[in-house]
């Protein structure tokens, strides 16, 4: 199903390093409603998990809310975010693609602060990522994809698998919101 219209609750997942953020930015500023980087939300200075209580509040407080534009896969609130979401865009790239981005994030420089990451977590080469993207396709992705089958076929689901078609999908996203907006 196409995402029509501007809709308020937008939910941006998708392998690691698929560029999730920055669509999440493009779609709120677009959409005028509020942004939330589940990252930003999760991780305390130094890449510090949350208290888990504290999260499940953060994320449930931002669900229940009429507007919202949020990125992240974190799979222990997926259901419920995505029960909420008025449209799921899933950045679906490759292996190949996600492990080529993977690997330039972790070696060109990135903008300082990022607004999807919390204060004082800096990204660095990290084993760790490079390993968690890996099986992202092992797992997440398998999650992903149980996920939005599973949802009612009224649900808008996008499922981006290239780049260019994200960039044709946010060109004719944002002329509906214009479109939409000289309507109002």
Known sequence: MAV????????VVGSPA??????????GQLS????????ALYYRPGWVDQNEQTWRDKVEEITASDE???????LDSL?????????????????FETMRRVAARMVLPQPLPRPDIADGCVESWNVDFLIHAWKFF???????ETLTASLPKTKAVLRVTRPKDLDFFLRR????????????
């Open 18 to 27: 698929s560029g999730k953020s920055a669509v999440a930015r493009r779609l």
């Open 68 to 74: 919202w534009v949020m990125d992240g896969n974190f």
């Open 4 to 11: 029509e219209g501007a809709a308020r609750r937008l939910l």
């Open 173 to 184: 996203y944002s002329e509906r919101v214009k479109k939409g907006n000289k309507g109002a």
């Open 138 to 144: 092992d797992t997440g992705r398998f999650r992903l």
């Open 79 to 95: 259901d419920a975010r995505a029960a909420r979401a008025e449209a799921i865009i899933w950045l679906d790239y490759d292996r």
């Open 32 to 39: 005028k409603v509020p942004i939330h980087h589940l990252d």
